[in-house]
């Protein structure tokens, strides 16, 4: 079982950074793959970037590739998204969650946080 809290959210102007935080409960966190999810107002659920058990595969989808970074420290049992040259499209909740392997596929994910706010302004 693992439980899951996002921090970092807030809000930023354009170009601007943030970096969010996903703090797990347990002492099985290093057994599971971990994704970060975004929604926007309006639109579907979408995937962002995910990184496996030991951290040494990432995957991100196109439009943050050379903006956002997806690691993890293990020891700590956290997961961060460093997110730079953010843009208003960014603007969305975002969602740390847990799989058992690397996925950008959210029907594998079976634990999920509570989501952090992130607003981007123009």
């Known amino acids: 079982q693992v439980q899951l809290v996002e921090s970092g959210g807030g809000l930023v102007q354009a170009g601007g950074s943030l970096r969010l935080s996903c703090a797990a409960s347990?002492?099985?966190?290093?057994?599971?793959?971990m994704g970060w999810f975004r929604q926007a107002p309006g639109k579907e659920r979408e995937f962002v970037a995910a990184?496996?058990?030991?951290?040494?595969?990432?995957y991100y989808t196109d439009s943050v590739k050379g903006r956002f970074t997806i690691s993890r420290d293990n020891a700590q049992n956290t997961v961060y998204l460093q997110m730079n040259s953010l843009k208003p499209e960014d603007t969305a909740v975002y969602y740390c969650?847990?799989?058992?392997?690397?996925?950008?596929?959210?029907?594998?994910?079976?634990?999920w946080g509570q989501g952090t706010q992130v607003t981007v302004s123009s």
């Open positions: 990184i496996s058990r030991g951290g040494g595969s990432t």
């Open positions: 969650a847990a799989a058992p392997y690397i996925s950008s596929r959210d029907h594998e994910y079976a634990y």
């Open positions: 347990g002492r099985t966190f290093s057994s599971y793959a």
